[in-house]
């Protein structure tokens, strides 16, 4: 890793969030510079690495919901040894701390249903360092920026229920570096 998160995605700030690989070349031919593959098949990583490298494409694997594969260290060692990806993503701080050591970027999802999440989100990241948060869905994102953004200082990822453009640069205006999307529209 050379470069933060937030210094990788200036110039193009949406990335691709895909829930299989069956829109991963749509993504490998955008403008996007990374994405997010949500349900990778593990006999399929090698293929998906080689693709998003030709590409130029940062790929990045939700280790939570990734099949036939186990969510936890040795995992990400096989990610990291294997050079199977640039970075995880997952709601597991355990993880996030793992992955670093190994040289992954990590990004650390939370779901914000109500003022109790935001709360056991503030203490989970106190304890661990992502670099950066995804915070779910990405319109609510605004609302619970600045408490968290007050109390962390770390960059924020808005996704999920993202559709227009519109709704994109009023994301950016609002603070965050960047936006996952499975809105295709929006990765060009």
């Avoid at 030709?54 to 594969?69: E, P, Q, T, Y």
């Avoid at 995880?88 to 701080?93: A, E, N, P, Q, S």
């Avoid at 701390?97 to 040289?103: C, L």
Wanted: charged share 25%; with cysteine; glycine share 6%.
């Amino acid at each position: 890793m050379t470069k933060s998160l937030e210094e990788y995605f200036e110039d193009f700030n949406v990335i691709a969030g895909i829930s299989d690989d069956s829109r991963l070349e749509k993504a490998l031919y955008s403008k996007v510079l990374a994405v997010f593959l949500l349900n990778a098949k593990l006999n399929k990583l090698n293929d998906y690495a080689q693709k998003c490298k030709a590409h130029d494409k940062m790929l990045f694997l939700h280790l939570d919901l990734m099949k036939g594969m186990n969510s936890d260290k040795e995992a990400v060692n096989y990610l990291a040894d294997n050079n199977l990806c640039d970075g995880i993503i997952t709601t597991h701080r355990n993880l996030i701390e793992y992955a670093q050591k190994v040289g992954l970027y990590t990004v650390q999802r939370i779901f914000v249903l109500d003022s109790g999440t935001i709360k056991n989100g503030i203490k989970s990241l106190k304890k661990v360092r992502p670099d950066a948060v995804e915070i779910l869905p990405g319109l609510m994102t605004p609302h619970f920026l600045k408490e968290l953004n007050i109390e962390m200082k770390i960059p924020f990822i808005a996704g999920g229920l993202i559709r227009t453009q519109k709704e994109v640069n009023k994301l950016i205006e609002d603070g965050v570096f960047a936006v996952s999307t499975s809105e295709d529209d929006l990765w060009y």
